[in-house]
């Protein structure tokens, strides 16, 4: 193994107070729809924007979904990469210990300036090599995580998520999936489990 391409939400850190209270701020402004619940936004977890306004508004047209989401995002990124977010317990110890020996990299169904925003609040781009998303490509978790693999010319890598779309991803990149259960998504089929951060050092030693 040379290298491990993560996630980010339900993997590094959870941002969804934060995010909650933005979305909710410019659907007020919306008439006729209800704000979102916790339970709600935690199933929009992992997917991409255009799933997401189908899943939250599905009476709505698609324009009116992406015209919504649209603004959301305009105003979540900002108060991100000013605020940050909960990253998970003992983040920034262990990923300064893998990239001792790893290639670090991020593969997040999100949109423009979101892991740009992560690495801002929290000062962790030092760790990282390279990072992808939709926002940028308009390509599947799947399709972007093989492009990191590309670009980067690497041989052995692991993907580490929370979700089934994470699982679905890792098995399309054809890489084995590390699977974090204590973030938001369930998944079943996977390689490897990690149920806290921390964790992460010793299941790559078994893999070695």
């Given at each position: 193994?040379d290298?491990?391409?993560?996630?980010?939400d339900?993997?590094?850190?959870?941002?969804?107070?934060?995010?909650l209270?933005i979305?909710?701020?410019?659907?007020k402004?919306?008439?006729?729809?209800?704000?979102i619940?916790k339970?709600?936004?935690?199933?929009?977890?992992?997917?991409?924007?255009k799933?997401?306004?189908?899943?939250?508004?599905?009476?709505?047209?698609?324009?009116?979904?992406?015209?919504?989401?649209?603004?959301?995002?305009e105003l979540?990124c900002?108060?991100?990469a000013?605020?940050?977010?909960?990253?998970?317990?003992?983040?920034?110890?262990?990923?300064?210990?893998?990239?001792?020996?790893?290639?670090?990299?991020?593969?997040?169904?999100?949109?423009?300036?979101?892991?740009e925003a992560?690495?801002?609040a929290?000062?962790?781009?030092?760790y990282?090599?390279?990072y992808?998303?939709?926002?940028?490509t308009?390509?599947?978790?799947?399709e972007?995580?093989?492009?990191?693999?590309e670009r980067?010319?690497?041989?052995?890598?692991?993907?580490?998520?929370?979700?089934?779309?994470?699982?679905t991803?890792?098995?399309?990149?054809?890489?084995?999936?590390?699977?974090a259960?204590?973030?938001f998504?369930?998944?079943?089929?996977?390689?490897?489990?990690i149920?806290?951060?921390?964790?992460?050092?010793?299941?790559?030693?078994?893999m070695?």
């Open positions: 193994m290298s491990i391409i993560f996630d980010l339900g993997t590094l850190w959870d941002s969804s107070e934060q995010v209270m979305w909710n701020q410019v659907i402004k919306y008439e006729g729809l209800n704000e619940t339970e709600q936004l935690a199933g929009c977890m992992g997917l991409q924007s799933e997401i306004g189908v899943k939250l508004y599905p009476s709505l047209d698609i324009e009116k979904q992406a015209e919504i989401l649209r603004e959301c995002h979540e900002p108060f991100l000013e605020h940050g977010a909960t990253l998970y317990p003992n983040v920034e110890e262990v990923l300064q210990v893998l990239s001792e020996k790893f290639k670090l990299f991020i593969v997040s169904n999100c949109q423009n300036d979101y892991i992560f690495f801002q929290h000062k962790l781009e030092k990282f090599i390279d992808e998303h939709p926002g940028r308009g390509l599947s978790k799947g972007n995580i093989k492009l990191i693999i980067n010319q690497l041989k052995k890598p692991i993907y580490v998520g929370d979700t089934e779309g994470d699982q991803g890792a098995r399309v990149a054809g890489v084995p999936f590390v699977y259960s204590y973030g998504g369930k998944a079943t089929e996977y390689d490897y489990i149920n806290h951060f921390l964790e992460l050092p010793r299941v790559l030693e078994s070695e």
